[in-house]
């Protein structure tokens, strides 16, 4: 066998193993995505009246992948109205202007700090329902604490951390910082405008990954 063709059969030899070593290698990971958001409107109309709820307006929604609000009727993972937040899965409480639930979302509020919550729980997910919010409302049960007289102000809660498992079954994990515009350092419920969003967040591009 002359050496040209031994040459070349072994070139032949290191390109088709070189070839299934590339098809061996696994997909690459998506860099995890962490944004902050700032100034999120959220405005809720009406009150109460002898006790029964009649708030009502547009929730704004947010979707995680883009970083964006948007107003899809389908292509959103959380939203927000007030102090209520929802999440794209389950089925209406029952308020006024609730958009229906398309897909499976789903939520639950971790003890910890952002960088703590290194992975999400997946045996603790809810969804919205006919008897509440999978997120609770009032002070003291979910992500706020009212402070009442004399200052009435809406404090996030410390150390509550809100995981949530998107429309599309990724994951995003978010703090709260902030109920008021530009997120004041010592807010005034009296002049500082609400409800406006301030939080961090980090979203778990990669499909199937629950960690952060």
Not at 129 to 156: F, K, M, R, V
Request: proline share 6%.
């Amino acid at each position: 066998m002359s050496k040209t063709i031994k040459f070349l059969i072994v070139v032949a030899l290191f390109v088709g193993f070189a070839s299934c070593s590339d098809d061996d290698d696994p997909t690459p990971l998506v860099e995890v995505k962490s944004e902050s958001i700032v100034n999120l409107h959220a405005p809720v109309e009406g009150g109460s009246q002898q006790g029964a709820p009649t708030f009502s307006g547009e929730f704004t929604k947010f979707d995680f992948a883009t970083g964006k609000t948007t107003t899809s009727e389908t292509e959103w993972d959380i939203a927000f109205r007030g102090l209520s937040i929802i999440v794209n899965g389950g089925t209406s409480a029952g308020t006024t202007d609730e958009p229906i639930r398309t897909k499976e979302a789903a939520v639950y509020i971790a003890s910890g700090t952002i960088a703590s919550v290194t992975e999400a729980n997946l045996s603790m997910f809810k969804q919205d329902s006919e008897t509440g919010y999978a997120i609770p409302e009032g002070s003291g049960n979910g992500w706020y604490t009212y402070a009442g007289d004399p200052t009435h102000l809406i404090n996030p809660t410390p150390g509550k951390i809100l995981v949530v498992k998107t429309r599309t079954g990724n994951y995003a994990k978010m703090e709260i910082l902030s109920y008021y515009k530009d997120a004041p350092a010592e807010p005034d419920a009296f002049t500082d405008e609400s409800p406006y969003f301030t939080f961090n967040y980090v979203y778990q591009p990669n499909d199937g990954v629950t960690t952060f």
